[in-house]
Each structure stands twice: as structure tokens, then as C-alpha cells.
């Protein structure tokens, strides 16, 4: 079995682009786990260098699989959003600032013909937000709802690919026409610029092409209204994002957290953001349980902050693929273990809407 040792040589023979270091030297391995024949860790960047992480991700999990021994490699790429919130100071609204109080009327547009409005948000990013939402959009559909999926990640939107939808939608009218993948309507701030932009957006900026997207995209019609709008909120819990949940008006939050306890302290900000803007927080998933990143941090957590516990999904290679091939497991495999688990978190969620 490989040990510590040897998984941290063949890590930092992996090289940082940034500063070309190996990443151990970078510094930029978290919560290394080494167990038996298994090991994981999150590799935590900037938001901006998300993209440019990607293919070292790749090669970090390329390296450990190839040690004599070694079975099962996890790895995260985890975006730190607070890191680059400096620059956004300067043109923040007064009520963004004023973190402390609760919310100010902001004025919220409802989109028409829309009847629940949910968010699915986490602390800190690549803890499995973007496959939540789609997966939780094709369960509330296999109920027989009429779902849209608006994927609001100004850092990086990821609803296109994990749907499979490209181009620009069209525009008619004032109104914007959204693709129709798999049953669910849906339209991503990664539409209205070049998809593969890991982007630094103002708040005001982000509220702006958000607000535009809820209420100029033909969700539904006044025959054919929409029955739930889920939103994949930008992770983090900074300036961004409470401009965004301030100005948007949602009938609940979701929020999505690994198990170990850096990403719950997240999960923790997260609640106390909807808490701010008075969105009830109706659920927390634990993804990514099993024997890497460990279980039931997020129900202890959720149980701490008595907001309910939905339940939790495992490490599983089907949901990385799904979203990969841009088909959610859910509709790829209706009747498998991770559909069944879909389908209990929308019940419950349908339940608290109201749906
Ligand atoms: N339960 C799981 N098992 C295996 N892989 C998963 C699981 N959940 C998510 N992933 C994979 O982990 C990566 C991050 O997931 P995802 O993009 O959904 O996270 P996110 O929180 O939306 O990230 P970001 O902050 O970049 O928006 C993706 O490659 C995804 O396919
Ligand atoms: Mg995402």
C-alpha cells in the first residue's frame, strides 16, 4: 500500500502552473486523506484559475492512480471565492456592505409565469452544487413538474455542459427563447458570454445578468406556467452572492457540502447568508460521502443549525460522467440507486414548496 510519503512525492512531482513548484511545495494540497489503497485531497485555487486547474486536477489524480497499490483516487478542485473579493469593493451598494443588518427591501422582480423559485448554494465550490441542480431539476421533472434550470455561476458556469446545450439562445422580442434539454428549460450566464471564461464579475454586474435572465427568459407561459425554477448560485458566501440573493426572489435555498468539517464551516456561512435575505434554507445534501472524504458531518451539521437534512450522495464516477457527457444520471438512469435518492430529496423539497 502506498504510503503518505509516497503519495506526497508523487504530488509534488505534479507541477503548479502559477508558480511552478511542485503542488505540495505550492502548498496548494488540502485535507490530504491516505487510507490503505485509497487517497484524496482537495486542490483549493483562486475562482479566477478554476479553468487552469482543471487539466492539473487531472494530472494529480493521474499520478496517484499510478502508484503500485493504489485503488481509488479522489480529487477536488475547490475555488476559493474570497481570495479575489478586493477588487470588488469599490462598487458595492451600500446595502452589500452593511453584511450586519437584515435584509433592506431591495426591489425583487418575480419572473412571470413562474411558480417556485429554489437555489441551490454551498460555501465553497467544487463540492457538487452544478450536479445537484440538475440532477434535482430532473427528479422534480420525473415528478411531473415543468422545471428550468438557470445557472447563475458567474465564476463558472457549468449548467451548459452538464445539460449538453450550446449557443446563444435566441432573442426575440425582449424575451430570451432557453434551450430545452432533457425536458428541462434552462439558461446560463455561460450563454451570454464565452462559456469557458473563468470570470471575475462585480456584484452589481452579476445581479444585473442574473435579474435579466429570471425575468426576460420565457420560462413559461400564462397557459403553461412553470412549476420550479432551480438556480445554481455562484459558490461562497461573499459580496457576489449576497447581491445576488438579495435581488432575487427565492422561495428557498439548498445547500450542497462534502462531509469534512473545512467544508461545513462553509456550508455554516452559507445558511447564515439566506438567513440574512429571510430565504429559508430547506434542506442540506451531503455529496461526496463515503470512505474517502468520510459521512455525516453534514447531517450533524444540519441538525446543529436545525434546518433539515436531506440526505446524502456517494463519491460515485456516474455523476462526474453524467455531467461530463452533459446527461444527469438521473435521466440517464431513472431506476439506479442515485435517481432514487434524486427522487427523495425532490419529494421532500416538492413538499416544503408546496408543489
Ligand atoms: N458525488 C459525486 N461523485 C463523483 N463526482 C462528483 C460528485 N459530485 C460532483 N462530482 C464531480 O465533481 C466536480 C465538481 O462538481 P460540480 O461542478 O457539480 O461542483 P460545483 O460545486 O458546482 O463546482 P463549482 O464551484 O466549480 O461550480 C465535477 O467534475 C463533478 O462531476
Ligand atoms: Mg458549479
Redesign the pocket.
Known amino acids: 500500500m502506498p504510503d503518505r510519503e509516497t503519495v506526497l512525492a508523487a504530488l509534488d512531482a505534479v507541477l503548479d502552473p502559477r508558480t511552478g513548484q511542485g503542488l505540495v511545495a505550492a502548498g496548494l494540497i488540502q485535507g490530504l486523506v491516505v487510507a490503505d489503497d485509497r487517497a484524496g485531497f482537495a486542490l483549493e485555487v483562486a ?1 479566477s484559475d ?1 479553468a487552469l486547474y482543471a487539466p492539473v486536477r487531472d494530472a494529480a489524480e493521474a499520478a496517484l492512480k499510478a502508484l503500485p497499490g493504489m485503488a481509488r483516487v ?1 480529487v ?4 476559493e ?1 474570497l481570495k479575489v473579493s478586493a477588487p470588488r469593493r469599490a462598487s458595492l451598494s451600500p446595502q452589500a456592505v452593511d453584511q450586519g443588518r437584515p435584509k433592506a427591501p431591495v426591489a425583487t422582480a418575480r419572473p412571470a409565469h413562474v411558480r417556485r423559485v429554489l437555489a441551490v448554494a ?1 460555501g ?10 440538475v440532477n434535482l431539476a430532473a427528479a422534480f421533472a420525473a415528478r411531473g413538474l415543468s422545471v428550468g434550470v438557470l445557472d447563475a ?1 458567474v ?2 458556469p ?1 449548467i451548459p455542459t ?1 445539460l449538453g446545450v450550446s449557443g446563444a439562445p435566441d432573442y426575440i422580442d425582449n424575451q430570451i427563447t432557453p434551450h430545452v434539454a432533457h425536458g428541462l428549460k434552462t439558461m446560463s450566464v455561460g450563454l451570454l458570454t464565452r462559456a469557458t471564461d473563468a470570470m471575475i464579475w462585480r456584484g452589481p454586474m452579476a445581479s444585473q445578468a442574473l435579474t435579466q435572465m429570471l425575468t426576460q427568459t420565457r420560462w413559461g407561459t400564462e397557459d403553461a406556467p412553470l412549476d420550479i425554477l432551480v438556480v ?1 448560485l ?2 461562497g458566501t461573499g459580496d457576489v452572492q449576497l447581491t445576488l440573493v438579495q435581488k432575487t426572489p427565492l422561495d428557498g435555498a439548498v445547500i ?1 457540502s462534502t462531509p469534512q468539517e473545512v467544508a461545513l464551516a462553509d456550508a455554516r456561512r452559507a445558511h447564515t447568508l439566506f438567513q440574512k435575505v429571510q430565504t429559508p434554507t430547506l434542506g442540506l445534501i451531503e ?3 463515503g470512505p474517502v472524504f468520510g459521512r455525516g458531518g453534514a447531517e450533524a451539521e444540519a441538525g446543529r443549525l436545525d434546518i433539515p437534512y436531506l440526505g446524502d ?12 457527457a452533459g446527461v444527469p444520471v438521473v435521466v440517464s438512469d431513472p431506476d439506479g440507486d442515485i435517481a432514487a435518492r434524486f427522487a427523495e430529496f425532490a419529494e421532500a423539497l416538492a413538499k416544503k414548496l408546496d408543489l
Open positions: 475562482a478554476a479522489a477536488v478542485l475547490t475555488a471565492t454551498s465553497k465550490g467544487g463540492v457538487g452544487k452544478s450536479t445537484v441542480a455561476d465564476y463558472g457549468s452538464m445554481d455562484p459558490p450542497v455529496n461526496m460521502t450522495l456517494p463519491l460515485d464516477a456516474a455523476l462526474r460522467e453524467g455531467g461530463d
